[in-house]
């Protein structure tokens, strides 16, 4: 059994998708209409990556978690003040664009460089966390990136489920379609798991881990160093699907009866159409 | 079910961690405070000017928790004459702060029933008839001078959720801002307050612990800044506890509803304009609308408690006024981007409470800093804020607690010399005459203003009157009856359908703007209730309610989160709470422990509106 991990979680800020998201061409490429305004979140996919790491390092008690974050320093400051009481964590701050138009291969390098120069890192004992998938857009390449900048060749993907077994050794359930699972066992770190929402709920905001949490973050941030990436790709129009919305509220329903209602609206949708 | 503020019964430890300042909300009020501390707090070589009792050898440990899940997710369409604003920033560039523009115009717009369906006393059907004679035009006249008491020059539009973002951005390294964080209760001992108990998490709707439960922490600090607004858990927590001083009442309340809204291409409103509206939908509701950049408007309207309609509803209200003809010449094909509701504490200073004890300083809203007169909070609660930072930096200069002695000697003194408490004098009485009528009340604030507050017209508020007598002449009993058997059966407030009956149109959905209060609600509030929290609000007495024929709670409910319940109890559905408190000052049923309060226990909570923009 191994005595403790070195987590080191990749993750930044997407515009909080509750807010009124309007994209548009701006003159870095694309962006959001009054992005600058928008309240911003931990990306959910990399929110669920830092709960399961925070969930690991608690069963191994030396056991490290770093959160690194390419965002622009603004946004990192306002999201950090959430979600600093819900796991404890070093954060190391680039600050820069997190728009999900940029390069995602200069995301990668730039995040694998900051990880290097974690002081002391322990290969035997490094996870390389991070979400599968991106609510800013998603090109889902960043952190293979990550990974093969950082030499570190056993990567999983779409992971919903982590257990270290007592000979060190990782077991690991990744998505497949349908609904099914694929396991997968690997001697140990180093390895670099892609999170899909995992089974963990979002941990209660715990004051004293906030407390803590900011001795180290406020000075994180401070000196976060300024890391510019090309918008890669040029758009020439972005758009969200159409919404059309027609509110029921229905509560205490079963599942069935839910997925009933869903259909039945299906199904009087395609007669209109 | 008796509400109780004692803690719920537990087996888990409690934990406690100590602090030297403790705030409860983040709104202008804290704002001003912590962006006056935080310059205090640090020498120019960065070492810490004040040393942490708590945390020796580090800075003073600040803390800040709010109920919101975001700082940026307060409420008020705000247009401030920002004289303590500007004396904090006096560089301050508005286009730093997004939606933020000068006030370049301002117009006083009376507006005349278009529809026929506005209850109108035969007064202001005199003054309809003398406006339709000479001028109006769209159903409307803009006045041609307002008194300058009313003006807002060189002042600004803000949104408040986006001010206290960018305020937030000031001052985040010197404090500790934790949102998502509702405090419970202050922590009294003796006649101190010693720190703040947060909310327990992993609880059912009842606040009995389940499996992932967690209880709140005790935050123990020298001082406890209370500005957690005017139906705020604590402020009203200190209230019971230390009573108000002689005289003073909160009994003037309004709710203000707003939506922030896109312009439609080719509307050419500059950015800057403030439109005040009087006369409909009701002669005493008011409205607002102001302009922000790049088309953008924040509009609303505001419902006075001295509205006597017990069927009132301001969403219904609000999509009538602005279906009005002067104002939907401008937003017809405009589309909603926020929406939101706010309970505006209107007593002003009449309704302060004790604003310093041991251990303890009010400021904001909640300690009755609002000026009734001028329509003007945001900038008064900010000064509040920076008068406390003043005299807690006097204080650790000097190494004195913060007793109430001190505090009254430097807050409170300060506080008796500022112009927010000479302006409020000022504003006083200024609106008891709207408890007489529409008219008396508009004579009243005009003699106030013009006579610096030593003339105004008396009135007292009434309760409710029952449904029979207000809609006595318009509906028969009968109607009534049958009206309030199906509302009962169908689960559904009664506003829509009286309003229906009395003549009111009904609402032309067009999906963008005008859209049901439900689709509001998700669209534009973004409401959210995280789990794991216990219901906050709670009916004290439910025989009081199985009796009670009017419902105003109900009907009032600004997200709909109170329906009509089986026994005659309403139900509460935490889901939909925008946090408002309109249901605390609009119970029909008198508390018999407290006859000037209600039925309804509105207790700290978690979660509500969840937009930035408004």
């Known amino acids: 059994m191994p005595e403790s991990f070195q987590i080191v979680v990749c993750g930044s800020v997407v515009p909080d998708p509750l807010q009124t998201l309007t994209p548009e061409i701006g003159p870095n490429g694309p962006a959001l209409k009054n992005e600058p305004m928008l309240p911003a979140v931990l990306d959910p996919w990399a929110s669920h990556a830092l709960y399961e790491a925070a969930h690991l390092a608690a069963q191994f008690p030396c056991s490290k978690v770093w959160l690194v974050s390419l965002g622009p320093k603004a946004k990192l400051q306002q999201v950090m003040m959430t979600v600093a009481q819900k796991a404890a964590f070093e954060v190391i701050a680039l600050d820069g664009s997190a728009s999900g138009f940029t390069d995602a291969a200069e995301t990668g390098v730039a995040l694998a460089e900051a990880i290097q120069a974690i002081p002391d890192l322990d290969r035997s004992k490094l996870l390389i966390f991070g979400g599968w998938e991106s609510a800013s857009r998603g090109a889902g390449v960043t952190l293979q990136v990550v990974g093969e900048e950082l030499g570190i060749v056993d990567q999983f993907q779409g992971v919903d489920e982590l257990t270290v077994d007592s000979t060190g050794s990782l077991r690991i359930l990744e998505r497949l379609e349908g609904g099914q699972h694929q396991v997968s066992a690997c001697a140990g770190p180093p390895a670099l798991l892609g999170w899909a929402t995992g089974h963990l709920p979002e941990p209660r905001n715990n004051p004293q881990t906030g407390m803590a949490n900011m001795r180290t973050v406020m000075p994180a941030l401070q000196r976060a160093k300024p890391v510019t990436v090309s918008a890669g790709a040029s758009y020439s129009a972005v758009t969200l699907p159409r919404q059309q919305r027609e509110t029921r509220i229905l509560k205490d329903l079963s599942s069935d009866q839910v997925a009933a209602d869903i259909i039945a609206w299906l199904k009087d949708e395609n007669r209109d159409s | ?614």
């Open chain 2, 1 to 614: 079910m008796e509400p109780s503020l004692s803690p719920v019964q537990i087996t888990h430890e409690r934990p406690a961690v100590e602090a030297d300042i403790v705030c409860v909300g983040f709104g202008p009020a804290t704002g001003g405070f912590l962006t006056t501390l935080s310059r205090e707090l640090l020498n120019p070589d960065g070492t810490p000017a004040f040393e942490s009792p708590s945390a020796p050898g580090l800075p003073l440990q600040v803390l800040c928790y709010e109920r919101a899940d975001d700082l940026g997710f307060g409420v008020s369409g705000a247009v401030t004459k920002a004289r303590g604003i500007r004396a904090s920033f006096p560089d301050l560039d508005p286009a730093a702060i997004p939606m933020a523009a000068h006030v370049t115009r301002e117009k006083l717009v009376y507006l005349l029933d278009p529809i026929g369906a506005s209850r109108r006393s035969p007064g202001v059907r005199a003054a309809d008839r003398l406006v339709r004679l000479f001028r109006a035009r769209n159903h409307a006249v803009e006045l041609p001078w307002t008194p300058g008491f009313l003006h807002k020059k060189d002042g600004l539009i803000l949104s408040i959720g986006q001010f206290n973002q960018w305020v937030a951005g000031q001052v985040l390294g010197a404090a500790q801002l934790w949102p998502g964080t509702p405090v419970r209760e202050a922590l009294v001992e003796g006649d101190a307050v010693v720190g703040v108990r947060l909310m327990d998490q992993g609880t059912d709707k009842q606040g009995a612990p389940t499996a992932d439960f967690m209880p709140g922490i005790d935050v123990r600090a020298a001082l406890t800044v209370v500005a957690d607004g005017p139906v705020g858990a604590v402020g009203r927590q200190l209230d019971e506890r230390f009573g108000m001083p002689p005289g003073h009442r909160r009994h003037d309340w309004a709710v203000g509803m707003k939506m922030v809204v896109d312009l439609p291409e080719g509307v050419d409103l500059p950015a800057g304009t403030v439109l005040h509206t009087l006369g409909y939908p009701e002669p005493e509701i008011f409205g607002f609308l102001y302009v922000h950049p790049d088309r953008v408007v924040s509009l609303g309207i505001f419902v006075p408690s001295s509205f006597a309609d017990p069927a009132r509803t301001a969403y219904r209200y609000l999509q009538h006024w602005m279906l009005h003809p002067y104002l939907w010449r401008y937003l017809e094909g405009g589309r909603l981007r926020s929406w939101g509701a706010k309970s505006l504490q209107e007593s002003g200073r009449r309704g302060e409470p004790f604003l310093a004890g041991g251990g303890y300083a009010r400021i904001g809203e909640g300690s009755g800093s609002t000026n009734v007169l001028t329509g003007s909070g945001v900038d008064e609660a900010w000064t509040t804020g920076v008068l406390l930072a003043e005299s807690v930096v006097e204080l650790l200069v000097a190494a004195k607690p913060f007793t109430r002695e001190n505090l009254e000697q430097t807050y409170v003194a300060r506080r008796r010399t500022s112009w927010v408490e000479r302006e409020g004098r000022i504003a006083g009485r200024a609106r008891d005459g709207f408890h007489r009528g529409f008219v008396s009340g508009m004579v009243g604030m005009g003699l106030a203003g013009l006579t610096r507050g030593r003339i105004a017209v008396s009135g007292k508020p009434k309760r409710m009157p029952a449904l029979e007598d207000y809609y006595r002449g318009r509906i028969a009993a009968a109607d009534l009856d049958r009206i309030r058997q199906e509302c009962n059966a169908s689960a559904t407030p009664l506003h829509d359908a009286l309003m229906d009956h009395a003549g009111w149109p009904a609402i032309p959905f067009d999906g963008q703007l005008l859209i049901s209060h439900q689709d509001a609600l998700l669209l534009g509030g973004k409401v959210q209730a995280p789990a794991g929290y216990a219901d906050h609000v709670v009916f004290r007495d439910p025989h009081l309610c199985e009796a009670c024929a009017s419902k105003v709670c109900i009907e009032l409910c600004s997200g709909e989160a109170l329906t009509p319940g089986p026994a005659g109890v309403p139900l509460f559905d935490r889901e939909k709470c925008v946090h408002c408190g309109v249901c605390l000052w609009n119970c029909a049923r008198a508390n018999p422990d407290e006859p000037e309060g209600g039925n309804i226990a509105f207790l700290a909570g978690a979660g509500g509106l969840h937009s930035a923009e408004n």
